[in-house]
């Protein structure tokens, strides 16, 4: 699958780091290092803007690395991308540890997974099939 992108920022476009990664890493876009304390959030730009096809979005999940050995999440994870936004995808930090945490420019931040997804219709019942 293509799918078209501006890369407003100096990093490198995501890509998959090996053959079987379902997510490929954002870098953060920023001009000076960014330090988030305990319990802090930061927005961090990726400077990245996506046109999905439709029928798929783009979730937006933690990096195991950075959540084991630092404390960092993503606060709404994951964070879902609709295939008719075209804004700045940006990564919302949480720093869960007791120290400070310094985002440093091009730092791997997050993952991004791309997934086909469905629409449904609701149909009301008064009963639900036994499982």
Not at 19 to 39: C, E, N, Q, S, W
């Amino acid at each position: 699958m293509i799918i078209k992108v501006i890369n407003k920022s100096d990093n490198v476009l995501p890509s998959y780091e090996t053959l079987h990664a379902a997510g490929m890493d954002l870098r953060a876009f920023i001009d000076a290092p960014v330090t988030i304390k305990p319990l802090e959030r930061k927005l961090i730009s990726t400077g990245l803007y996506i046109e999905l096809p439709e029928g798929f979005e783009a979730q937006i999940r933690p990096r195991s690395g950075l959540a084991f050995k630092h404390g960092i999440g993503i606060v709404n994870s994951p964070g879902t991308i609709d295939a008719d936004y075209r804004g700045e995808i940006k990564v919302l930090l949480v720093n869960l540890s007791d120290q400070d945490f310094v985002v440093n420019k091009a730092e791997r931040i997050a993952q991004m997974v791309v997934a086909r997804h469905e629409r449904v219709r609701w149909q009301e019942v008064e009963v639900l099939n036994e499982t």
